[in-house]
């Protein structure tokens, strides 16, 4: 039988894996209970065990930034955390292929990664789901020479084969830039419920910060907000913040753009301090005013735990994939 997909081709059932075959949803109309035309039967298994497993995660936000050193990764962690801390079932998928610094800057051993038959096992850091490719190298001196094709099948399989099971979020740290790991990523998650912009004050940075919100426009995924880090310099000594850049880009930048502006966090010693000695700043610091400032301003991205989500939902997501697909080739 064949029907139209979404993007006008035509899909049918599989051979012997009717509209049931996918058990996540049981929802007929799902994509992931189609073969596309032109589909090989084992990659339609393969998108059908990605679709499945992402499935399984109610929300997914990707962390971005215009270039590298701005704190992406420093905001990843610690919004898992947060939301870790909130009560939420937390995935945290580094997918900075070439500079995997989340395992380090969560105490992580680089060559701990395990896998049992054909899934990968995430590490379980009290409650939150960690997986990066630190894992399964040697050393955090290893250099990954890949090119992008490797990287995407890598993607691929963080996201299809890791078994994550149910997750009410899963933040993806993805790494500066505009290309291959961001777009693939963004493909393959399906739906994304959104993308967190970290930039820092100068103005040098707003030009990359354009640059990732045209493409979260371009690939249809909302722009949650725009965070200012190293905004003005916390004192070990006496607590004052001084700015030592010039301030308030992220902000203007946010207004000119129409996205929300989620807040400057400051650089604070305690945080570098807190990532090279693999903690995470804000269960370490909990009671310290920049852990406070973060807190507020991770704030609105916990309410989105709230949002409804159902099985036309589900189905949903397969749509937007394919649309983000066709977006950009
Ligand atoms: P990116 O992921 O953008 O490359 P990282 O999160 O790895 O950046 O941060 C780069 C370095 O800056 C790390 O050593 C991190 O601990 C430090 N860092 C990030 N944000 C702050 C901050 N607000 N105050 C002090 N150090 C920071």
């Known amino acids: 039988m ?23 949803c049981g929802d007929s109309s799902c994509s992931a209970t189609r073969q596309r035309s032109g589909e090989s039967e084992q990659e339609f298994r393969e998108r059908q065990k990605l679709e499945q497993r992402m499935c399984r995660i109610r929300r997914k936000i990707v962390v971005l930034s215009g270039k590298g050193g701005v704190g992406k990764s420093t905001v990843a962690v610690n919004l898992a ?3 870790v801390m909130a009560g939420q079932k937390v995935g945290l998928l580094d997918v900075d292929i070439h500079g995997p610094s989340i395992p380090t800057m969560l105490g992580l051993k680089f060559g701990s990664g395990r896998g049992v038959g054909d899934e990968l096992l995430p590490i379980d850091l009290d409650g939150l789901k960690v997986m990066s490719l630190g894992l399964f190298l040697p050393s955090e001196d290893e250099a990954v020479i890949w090119r992008g094709p490797m990287k995407t099948a890598l993607i691929r399989q963080f996201l299809k084969d890791v078994a994550w099971g149910d997750l ?3 933040v993806v740290d993805s790494p500066p830039g505009t290309g291959d790991e961001p777009l693939s990523v963004c493909q393959m998650l399906g739906r994304v419920d959104g993308a967190l912009i970290v930039t820092t004050p100068q103005r040098v940075a707003a030009v990359d910060v354009r640059k990732s919100i045209s493409f979260c426009r371009q690939l249809r995924v909302p722009v949650l907000g725009v965070v200012e880090n190293m905004s003005g310099f916390v004192c070990p000594h006496c607590g004052n913040i001084t700015p030592i850049l010039c301030t308030g880009g992220g902000q203007r930048l946010a207004e000119e753009m129409k996205v929300p502006f989620l807040g400057s966090i400051p650089m604070d010693p305690k945080i570098a301090e807190s990532g090279d000695h693999g903690r995470a700043f804000l269960s370490h610091y909990a009671d310290s005013p920049t852990a406070r400032i973060m807190r507020e301003i991770i704030k609105p991205l916990e309410t989105l735990a709230d949002g409804s989500d159902n099985k036309t939902e589900c189905g949903k997501e397969k749509d937007l994939m394919r649309e983000g697909e066709g977006a950009v080739e």
């Open 168 to 170: 009410d979020f899963l």
């Open 81 to 83: 955390v947060a939301l």
């Open 2 to 24: 064949h029907t139209n997909n979404n993007d006008g081709r035509p899909e049918k059932a599989a051979s012997g894996a009717g509209p049931s075959a996918c058990d996540t």
